[in-house]
Nanobody
């Protein structure tokens, strides 16, 4: 069964850090383009970070540059989103997604092949 499962969300104070995990089953993540997306309350889903399957190039949303990074552990078939210097406006449900083909504008692409169910990140004091 093909599945993506996010974990690691929770409540964190402004300025804090969290690492989200996205574990895949039923397929091999390193053969797919990977994206992290988020949806804040009352707002549309937005792409925040994508990594290409072909060359490992990364697209990143301007508002998280310098604060969020993506990494893979192929042995664990898991992708991570490391988030630092978190701000209240980062509060959202965070989703990982995988697509068999690279897409030219991954951050704007909501037709990814597989999606996780999301994990909630709340940044608040």
């Amino acid at each position: 069964q093909v599945q993506l499962v996010e974990s690691g969300g929770g409540l964190v104070q402004p300025g804090g850090s969290l690492r989200l995990s996205c574990a895949a089953s039923g397929f091999t993540l390193d053969s797919y383009a990977i994206g992290w997306f988020r949806q804040a309350p009352g707002k549309e889903r937005e792409g925040i970070l994508c990594i290409s399957k072909s060359d490992g190039s990364i697209d990143i949303l301007d508002s998280v540059k310098g604060r969020f990074t993506i990494s893979r552990d192929n042995a664990k078939n898991t992708v991570y989103l490391q988030m630092t210097s978190l701000k209240p406006e980062d509060t959202a449900v965070y989703y990982c997604a995988a697509n068999e083909a690279d897409v030219p504008r991954c951050l704007d692409y909501y037709g990814m092949d597989y999606w996780g169910k999301g994990t909630l990140v709340t940044v608040s004091s």
